[in-house]
């Protein structure tokens, strides 16, 4: 192909020599082969792109058609149950219910039903009245020791930090949950005014890194933690350990994305990629996170107390438990994050091959909770792909007490799924800080899209809940949801999660072998 293209350049620059001899104007067309015949004779000589150097100028088309690759699949060559992470049915739902378009569903599922794996929801013949049902449930979030417990809604906005996303996208979001009563958790990018300027319930996600709340060597500071903890917006302070994306990583904001403006809100210099640590600095063992929480309760005034954290090592979950129960200290609530949750930026590995699934995650904290006798002090919170009713309903089925949704937020914000969060170049100016493409972005606009969405959404599970004949989410167990576990077998949730007995996780004699291996593991010392 170089020999190619050296013949190509020399004829066309004789024939355009030829044709300018004939009519002097031809010499405009210099204009057009001049510049490729220049770009393909330092495709030839250089020495960093092989395909170039052997294919001059026609192997540039390469690395186009390879960049617009996602776009020509997204629009033109996925089907309805394509896409990832999430496919086209999934993404339209969000779209239509966000805009209150139609979302009824034509001429049947097109999943397939005998796929191991499909699930559904067990309906009852005492299917309860839509008309009877509280279509906005709240749920109490406050243990015994909190002072001033937090009515939740059933599908909140989960994690995403002011840095990851826009100020507009913030605005938004928060602007949202005000108009639909339901929080907003700030992801642990630090509290910023775009979080309070919406006047929407809020939850403070607190890091590794201690963003809003560190003294100039980025450990935790008790005073800027105090000063805002009281803010009338915070409801509830969330610990967080771990995230699905990419959990024992800390969270990344690439330095494209550090503002002036960042920096101030997060307490930290600016010029380079903000990573948060791995692990937490204001405590070391589990007897010491206990303290912790003691801490924090003092400084937000008694509001709720909770850790987010994706499970990876079970002894560690577990050496938690022991020491709530040793020091009789317990969270308000916890966050399970499942393996498949989203993050802006995170090394593929640790996306997809780092931390337990949420389906699992849910089951086991759970039943480590019963099996230690504390679940009625402490509400689960789930997040991981939570988009539709039925998402809800079989995350409450598995153990969970309420939700959070970050992309299915997102989507409503009006994401198109590009790919694009981690190169500050989102067209759609959610997740980037691009003044130009960030300004796209309506807040007043996109805030009552994020309201609808929410309101639907809980709407269907409430739906879904009144043909199964419950009448609230408190009352959904293992029983409501089944799943084929293969092509001729049907398990429900409680088949396939056997639930703990309350308490037998405190009695040596009765711990089932499942949880004897990592019992013994598990200490109140360390983690």
């Known amino acids: 192909m170089r020999k190619v293209f050296v013949v190509f350049s020399i004829t066309s620059l004789s024939i355009i020599a030829l044709m300018t001899y004939i009519n002097w104007k031809a010499i405009f067309l210099l204009l057009i082969f001049l510049p490729l015949i220049i770009m393909g004779f330092y495709d030839m000589f250089q020495s960093k792109k092989t395909i170039r150097r052997n294919f001059p100028l026609l192997g540039r088309m390469r690395y186009l058609l390879e960049s617009i690759g996602p ?16 496919n086209r049915l999934e993404r339209s739902l969000v779209y ?7 979302d009824s569903h034509p001429f049947g599922t097109q999943l397939d039903v005998y796929n191991i794996g499909y699930q559904w929801i067990n309906h009852s013949i005492k299917a309860i009245p839509f008309a009877e049902i509280d279509m906005n449930p709240r749920v109490k ?36 949950a005000k108009q639909g009563g339901f929080y907003h958790n700030t992801g642990e990018g630090g509290l910023s005014p ?4 919406g006047g929407g319930d809020i939850v403070w996600n607190i890091g590794t890194g201690y963003f809003s709340c560190r003294d100039d060597d980025g450990n935790f500071s008790y005073e800027h933690f105090e000063k805002r ?23 990344i904001l690439p330095k494209e994305k550090v503002t002036d403006e960042i920096a101030a809100i997060r307490l930290v210099g600016k010029g380079k990629d903000i990573i948060s640590p791995p692990t937490h600095s204001a405590f070391k063992t589990p007897l010491e996170l206990m303290d912790f929480i003691k801490l924090l309760r003092k400084g937000s005034g008694g509001k709720p107390i909770g850790m987010k954290i994706c499970i990876g090592n079970k002894s560690e979950f577990l050496s938690i438990c022991k020491a709530m129960v040793e020091t009789q200290t317990f969270f308000d609530f916890i966050t399970v994050d499942g393996g498949e949750g989203g993050t802006g930026a995170a090394p593929i590995e640790y996306s997809d091959h780092v931390g337990m699934p949420l389906r699992d995650a849910l089951a086991f904290v759970y039943d480590s909770l019963k099996g230690f006798g504390i679940k009625e ?25 309420l939700c959070n949704s970050a992309r299915g937020m997102m989507f409503a914000l009006g994401c198109i799924q590009a790919l694009e969060c981690h190169a500050n170049t989102c067209p759609t100016g959610v997740a980037t800080q691009d003044p130009k493409l960030v300004k796209g972005l309506v807040p007043e606009e996109k805030s009552i899209r994020v309201a609808r969405f929410q309101h639907e ?20 167990d293992r029983s409501v949801v089944s799943m084929r576990v ?3 077998k049907i398990q429900t949730f409680a088949e396939t999660y056997p639930e703990l007995e309350t308490g037998c996780l405190l009695d040596e004699n009765a711990i089932p072998d499942t949880f004897k291996y990592y019992m013994k593991k598990a200490s109140v010392e360390s983690f």
């Open 486 to 488: 293969d092509r001729t």
């Open 377 to 401: 002090e402490i509400k689960i919170i789930c997040s991981g792909k939570i988009i539709s009713g039925f998402d809800i309903i079989k995350t409450l089925s598995t153990g969970a007490d």
């Open 96 to 102: 239509q219910r966000s805009k209150k378009e139609s």
């Open 141 to 176: 979030i406050g243990s015994s020791q909190c002072e001033k417990p937090y009515f939740a809604s059933l599908y909140n906005i989960s994690a995403m930090s002011y840095g990851s996303l826009s100020k507009n996208a913030i605005m938004a979001l928060n602007a949202g």
């Open 194 to 197: 775009y979080h309070l300027e």
């Open 229 to 251: 903890a009281h803010f009338e917006n915070v409801k509830m302070i969330e610990i967080k350990f771990s995230q699905g994306a990419k959990p024992g990583h800390g969270g």
């Open 457 to 476: 959404t809980v709407k269907n599970a409430m739906d879904l809940m009144a043909s199964a004949g419950i009448r609230h989410p408190d009352d959904v």
């Open 71 to 86: 776009e020509i699949r997204q629009y033109f060559v996925e089907t309805d149950l394509d896409g990832t992470p999430f």
